[in-house]
């Protein structure tokens, strides 16, 4: 198949999130498997890894905008450990400042012009490659005029052919937008309407991709259950629960030759499934870096996040005091966020010296040995679409303790008869109360039965959570947009 990516952003050129982790490891593994993939991106003044990048045999581009064309440059590049082929959108109004998701006014009010342009620019650089891709893959909102121009504009060319997949990445995020954004790409103004592209007066850019592309994925079965009910739908339940029958989640894979302990350079001691000695080594190393008591017994619990209200931190904020005083758990926190919860983490620090560690940064070796080093990763998410760091720690023994939502119950299995038989342990309510039942448990387990432990340990270890078993899912899914898209000329 040919597959056309158009994406914000991809590692290892430019990452915010997990969405660049997403689609370039997507990327790759579909070309490994004899797809012709291409990628397209903006040239950001800021991108890493560029120096591989070249103009193209023909570098300037036509980009067919609505009120006047306009002309950018072409960089492309090949991906790393693979055969697909990048793009670099270069067009210094748009991308020559700013950042990612603010453009160069500092501001977000142009991101809907920003990522107009890309979109028109995508799919402009196919015809002028006179390259035509039977699957477009467009991701989050910053996508969403994409399957509009295929349904309006480019219908009738051999761009119109192409099957459109669009995969929310994270629903909150809907790329709110003035009217005008439509005329300036070109989109017919009749599509500004409820069932398209309006909401509350303004342009929202993924409502009118959910309503005009083929088939929309998520990044996990269970999100894509949560998002048609009124508490995760941000919304747009209404829309999805119409598109319901084009839906379908696929959780994401990891990145394995940079998620594994058997060659991570990272970490103090490399260990697998068959040779868990090193995990020891780890923990130690962990607790002199912290600043921990050195006390291979008692549970050592890693949070790996972002600190904000989304990932539920404040409910075990809320119950630490407890669990700090009836278990002998030691936990270390790395990461930055909202002001409030730092604040609270470094209370905790502050009460509990030698059980308690606080980093308020974001390092990527450093994560690397927290995931290593630790006995439970703790992720008790509000919502979570699907989440990486569950997955990490189950590929280094490191056992999750997570709310069951999202790609995290899609993840960890969980075996309240049987703890040895499962890979985690979970709470399904955002409730402080069912948070504390949890650790509690496993913390008890984790002294009760080392037995136990090590087989939740090997079970997460020999998880395949690689991109191909997404890659296979993805594959059938492009066939059966294919096929629909075939019957839209019948």
């Not at 899912?473 to 019957?487: D, G, I, P, T, V």
């Given at each position: 198949?040919?597959?056309?990516?158009?994406?914000p952003?991809?590692?290892?050129?430019?990452?915010?999130?997990?969405?660049?982790?997403?689609?370039g490891?997507?990327?790759?593994?579909?070309?490994?498997?004899?797809h012709?993939?291409?990628?397209?991106?903006?040239?950001y003044?800021?991108?890493?890894?560029f120096?591989?990048?070249?103009?193209?045999?023909?570098?300037?581009?036509?980009?067919?905008?609505?009120?006047?064309?306009?002309?950018?440059?072409?960089?492309?590049t090949?991906?790393?450990?693979?055969?697909?082929?990048?793009?670099?959108i270069?067009?210094?109004?748009?991308?020559?400042?700013?950042?990612?998701?603010c453009?160069p006014?500092g501001?977000?009010?142009?991101?809907?012009?920003r990522?107009?342009?890309?979109?028109?620019?995508?799919l402009d650089?196919?015809?002028?490659?006179?390259?035509?891709?039977?699957?477009?893959?467009?991701?989050?909102?910053?996508?969403?005029?994409?399957?509009?121009?295929?349904?309006?504009?480019?219908?009738?060319?051999n761009?119109?052919?192409?099957?459109?997949?669009?995969?929310?990445?994270?629903?909150?995020?809907?790329g709110y937008?003035?009217?005008?954004?439509?005329?300036?790409?070109?989109?017919?103004?009749?599509l500004?309407?409820?069932?398209?592209?309006?909401?509350?007066?303004?342009?929202?850019?993924?409502?009118?991709?959910?309503?005009?592309s083929?088939?929309?994925?998520?990044?996990?079965p269970?999100?894509a259950?949560?998002?048609?009910?009124?508490?995760?739908?941000?919304?747009?339940e209404?829309?999805?629960?119409?598109?319901?029958a084009?839906?379908?989640?696929?959780?994401?894979g990891?990145?394995?030759?940079?998620?594994?302990?058997?060659?991570?350079?990272?970490?103090?001691?490399?260990?697998?499934?068959?040779?868990?000695?090193?995990?020891?080594?780890?923990?130690?190393?962990?607790?002199?870096?912290?600043?921990?008591?050195?006390?291979?017994?008692?549970?050592?619990?890693?949070?790996?996040?972002r600190?904000?209200?989304?990932?539920?931190?404040?409910?075990?904020?809320?119950?630490?005091?407890?669990?700090?005083?009836?278990?002998?758990?030691?936990?270390?926190?790395v990461?930055?966020?909202?002001?409030?919860?730092?604040?609270?983490?470094?209370?905790?620090?502050?009460?509990y010296?030698?059980?308690?560690?606080?980093?308020?940064?974001?390092?990527?070796?450093?994560?690397?040995?927290?995931?290593?080093?630790?006995?439970?990763?703790l992720?008790?998410?509000?919502?979570?679409?699907?989440?990486?760091?569950?997955?990490?720690?189950?590929?280094?023994?490191?056992?999750?303790?997570v709310?069951?939502?999202?790609?995290?119950?899609d993840?960890?299995?969980?075996?309240?008869?049987?703890?040895?038989?499962?890979?985690?342990?979970?709470?399904?309510?955002?409730?402080?109360?069912?948070?504390?039942?949890?650790?509690?448990?496993?913390?008890?387990?984790?002294?009760?039965?080392?037995?136990?432990?090590?087989?939740?340990?090997?079970?997460?270890?020999?998880?395949?959570?690689?991109?191909?078993?997404?890659?296979?899912?993805?594959?059938?899914l492009?066939?059966?947009?294919?096929e629909?898209?075939a019957?839209?000329?019948?």
């Amino acid at each position: 198949m040919k597959i056309l990516m158009v994406a914000p952003e991809s590692v290892p050129f430019i990452k915010v999130g997990g969405l660049a982790d997403a689609v370039g490891a997507l990327s790759r593994s579909l070309s490994s498997r004899g797809h012709d993939v291409r990628i397209v991106l903006p040239k950001y003044h800021h991108l890493k890894h560029f120096e591989s990048a070249s103009p193209s045999e023909d570098p300037y581009l036509c980009v067919r905008l609505g009120v006047e064309n306009a002309y950018a440059h072409i960089w492309e590049t090949i991906y790393p450990d693979s055969s697909a082929r990048v793009y670099f959108i270069e067009y210094e109004m748009f991308f020559g400042s700013g950042d990612v998701y603010c453009g160069p006014s500092g501001s977000e009010l142009d991101n809907g012009y920003r990522f107009g342009f890309l979109s028109r620019a995508a799919l402009d650089l196919c015809e002028h490659l006179q390259w035509f891709p039977d699957i477009v893959h467009c991701h989050d909102w910053t996508t969403g005029l994409v399957p509009a121009f295929l349904n309006t504009l480019d219908f009738n060319t051999n761009l119109g052919r192409a099957a459109s997949v669009l995969t929310v990445h994270n629903l909150q995020h809907q790329g709110y937008c003035p009217e005008n954004v439509l005329k300036y790409t070109g989109i017919p103004q009749s599509l500004f309407r409820e069932d398209g592209f309006e909401s509350y007066g303004q342009v929202n850019l993924l409502k009118g991709g959910l309503y005009h592309s083929t088939k929309i994925t998520t990044v996990s079965p269970s999100y894509a259950t949560e998002i048609q009910t009124d508490r995760y739908g941000c919304g747009l339940e209404s829309v999805i629960r119409f598109r319901s029958a084009d839906l379908i989640g696929v959780i994401n894979g990891i990145d394995l030759l940079e998620w594994n302990s058997r060659t991570d350079p990272n970490i103090q001691k490399n260990f697998s499934a068959e040779n868990l000695s090193g995990k020891a080594i780890c923990k130690n190393d962990l607790q002199k870096i912290c600043g921990l008591n050195e006390d291979a017994d008692c549970p050592l619990f890693v949070i790996v996040s972002r600190l904000y209200e989304q990932k539920g931190l404040d409910l075990f904020i809320a119950v630490a005091d407890r669990l700090m005083e009836e278990t002998s758990m030691q936990v270390a926190v790395v990461g930055t966020g909202e002001a409030e919860l730092e604040q609270a983490f470094l209370r905790l620090e502050k009460r509990y010296p030698g059980r308690f560690a606080t980093m308020l940064e974001f390092d990527n070796a450093l994560a690397h040995k927290m995931i290593a080093g630790g006995d439970f990763l703790l992720m008790p998410s509000r919502f979570e679409p699907c989440g990486l760091s569950q997955m990490y720690a189950m590929q280094y023994g490191t056992i999750p303790v997570v709310r069951e939502t999202g790609g995290l119950i899609d993840s960890v299995r969980v075996c309240p008869e049987n703890w040895s038989e499962g890979t985690g342990f979970s709470f399904p309510k955002v409730d402080p109360d069912q948070l504390y039942q949890s650790v509690h448990a496993a913390c008890q387990y984790f002294s009760k039965d080392k037995a136990g432990i090590r087989a939740m340990q090997i079970n997460g270890m020999t998880e395949d959570f690689s991109w191909t078993v997404s890659a296979q899912k993805y594959e059938q899914l492009y066939a059966w947009s294919m096929e629909s898209r075939a019957n839209a000329f019948v």
